[in-house]
């Protein structure tokens, strides 16, 4: 899904109170799995109204079961529940339907049972469930059930935890109208002076993502070439004064999807088709194989299209886990853009979206309050700062292993077609990369806000120089951010960007470079989340100018001297690698310094001498 943010606060202050119902409910159906739903709705878009006959398919997942209850608003009507052509006794309240049945079924028992109804939907739940409006004065309806709207018009089992199997959708409605919906177009047929739509899906698919749009639709298709002589239906229903202008623009979906399947896996519904259906809602949204859209512009396209990977295919487990559904449909923009398929510039795009993270100094994307619909689909944190996390992850674990963990994730046959957590992800991700990621996990996914730098620099006349990084974080949850910095150096016509382990604040790095270096750039490709950084640059003494060392090379003892009585802060070896071997800390005010050095390996080695307003970097042979 993705919305404007002017139509988002519309809805937000009327939903927050149902929102937090239904999070806090106990969850529908712990008893049974859906197998296949028969939904058979009589709509028409002038009329806010809907007449409805759903028969579930059914497996019991424990024994003893004398009952089932389904999710189903109090404002429609339940006109009769019928099982094996017997009426049953229910219970319709707190938009909880339960049904009981006449005799105990054990476990592992497939049965069925339907369901007739009617009434005018509520307008409490989801981003407007039910809705009708006219466009160009003709009537439109359609739906929008995430997250907990599914109920307001048809009974289901709308809990994060169980995808049936397989779909019939039969819309019955005005023949001067169109219907779409998930799946394959079946027929249309007229009876009785009105249009039967059937349209079929046989994949797994949740609640909130069954679907249908009504209105006089133009209808036309784009293809995208998969193989040789293959290619997927991508099925436009679009406004008939819009056809032009989407005959223009639906097109890039076809560049986006050959990324999309490049990077990760085929389009998972391959089979079937992909589609998209313009409605009147500001935004989009992923319905699985046809997504909502309120226009076809690239960005909302790339968004809802990778979704059909990252939120449908595999779907978020629990609300708490949004961030695996649209952080990833979020990033997906970006590695269009970083691909050439839409045309912005990657690194302003990144910038933008960092400053939007670091706008406030908390949150975390992991989402700690789910009665809160404005917590689950906060734009700052599920959506911006989600896929600037996948921006960061695969700055620390490389490209290849990254995109492999990607797959790898849309591999996994525990997760395909089913749901996922953070863990899951985690857990590919590792995999493929060979790294413990639990810091990384605990600091940008569980943990708020980010760091801030100061990086301070300095190089000596003999181009020897060091790099100090300072980090503070503008959330107390995190300890520390450890990341890989790079930062660019550049001068007398030269750059090179060096990379630092950062692991603690206040680390510094030797570096030795052939130029002179006039400024210094930090991350200049966009990989970190944090506030721009502070850049300051220290004079650092040459050794011809204050500082002689001896001898060097050195065997055991190292004799420091200068020409002017001197206190050292502190003595710091370093390795070419940047690693910290040895230190002496704060001396006695003297012009001539010993440093037992016996214990080194013998190989090349950084000295920087600390004083309180200078730091001299040198470099040593040990013998």
């Not at 005018?120 to 003709?138: E, I, L, Q, R, V």
């Not at 450890?482 to 150096?489: G, S, T, Y």
């Not at 710091?572 to 001539?592: A, D, H």
Request: glycine share 6%.
């Amino acid at each position: 899904m993705k919305t404007k943010f002017i139509f988002l606060i519309a809805f937000l202050s009327a939903l927050k109170l149902s929102y937090a119902q239904d999070a806090v409910k106990k969850s529908t159906g712990t008893n049974y799995n859906i197998t296949y739903h028969y939904l058979q709705f009589e709509v028409d878009p002038a009329i806010y109204f809907i007449k409805g006959r759903v028969t579930t398919y059914f497996k019991t997942s424990v024994d003893q079961v004398n009952h089932i209850d389904f999710d189903l608003s109090t404002a429609l009507t339940v006109d009769s529940v019928v099982y094996h052509s017997q009426k049953l006794i229910f219970n319709h309240s707190n938009d909880l339907l339960v049904i009981n049945l006449p005799y105990i079924l054990n476990i592992n028992t497939l049965d069925s049972i339907s369901i007739q109804y009617h009434g005018m939907p509520s307008k409490s739940d989801g981003f407007g469930a039910f809705a009708t409006n006219t466009h160009k004065g003709t009537p439109i309806m359609w739906t929008l059930s995430e997250p907990f709207g599914a109920k307001d018009w048809w009974p289901c089992k709308q809990a994060l935890n169980d995808k049936v199997d397989s779909i019939d959708i039969v819309i019955i409605h005005p023949v001067e109208y169109k219907a779409a919906s998930n799946g394959v177009l079946v027929s249309e047929v007229i009876k009785d002076g009105k249009m039967y739509t059937h349209w079929k899906h046989r994949h797994p698919i949740e609640a909130y993502l069954v679907a249908f749009a009504l209105t006089n639709y133009a209808v036309y298709s784009d293809y995208v070439p998969v193989g040789v002589n293959d290619s997927i239906q991508v099925l436009n229903y679009v406004y008939p004064e819009n056809l032009m202008t989407a005959k223009e623009q639906t097109p890039s979906t076809i560049p986006v999807m050959q990324l999309y399947n490049r990077l990760f896996m085929n389009y998972p519904f391959a089979d079937e088709k992909y589609g998209h259906a313009q409605f009147g809602w500001g935004g989009g949204m992923e319905h699985q194989t046809m997504s909502f859209m309120w226009s076809f512009d690239i960005n909302l396209i790339a968004h809802e299209l990778s979704h059909q990977w990252f939120g449908d295919y595999i779907t978020c487990s629990g609300w708490k886990n949004i961030w695996l559904n649209e952080g990833f449909a979020t990033y997906c923009e970006s590695l269009c853009i970083e691909n050439g398929i839409i045309s912005d510039n990657w690194n302003s795009w990144k910038k933008n979206e960092i400053d939007l993270i670091t706008s406030e100094p908390n949150g975390s994307v992991y989402v700690d309050d789910t009665t809160s619909v404005y917590r689950i689909f906060d734009s700052r944190l599920s959506y911006t700062k989600g896929g600037m996390v996948l921006h960061m992850l695969r700055w620390e674990v490389g490209d290849s292993a990254f995109f492999r963990g990607m797959r790898a994730y849309l591999h996994d046959e525990k997760l395909a077609n089913a749901f996922a957590t953070t863990e899951d992800f985690q857990k590919h991700m590792e995999q493929e990369s060979g790294m413990d990621l639990n810091k990384f996990f605990h600091d940008w996914i569980y943990g708020q806000g980010f760091p801030e730098y100061t990086i301070t620099w300095g190089q000596d006349n003999l181009n020897f120089g060091i790099v100090k990084i300072d980090q503070k974080q503008s959330d107390p949850s995190v300890d520390f951010f450890e990341l890989k910095i790079p930062i660019r150096f550049v001068g007398e016509g030269k750059d090179t960007v060096l990379f630092f382990n950062n692991t603690i604040s206040g680390q510094e790095f030797p570096w030795e470079l052939d130029f002179k270096v006039s400024s210094i750039y930090f991350d200049p490709d966009v990989w970190i989340v944090c506030k721009p950084a502070i850049i300051q640059q220290l004079k650092l003494a040459s050794e011809k100018e204050t500082i002689l060392i001896s001898p060097n090379p050195v065997k055991d003892i190292l004799t420091v001297r200068t020409y002017h009585n001197s206190v050292f802060e502190s003595v710091v070896f370093y390795n070419l690698s940047g690693q910290k071997v040895k230190e002496f800390g704060k001396t006695e005010s003297s012009k001539s310094f010993n440093f037992d050095l016996t214990d080194l390996k013998v190989g090349s080695y950084f000295i920087v001498l600390n004083e309180k307003k200078n730091e001299t970097v040198m470099k040593i042979v040990k013998n």
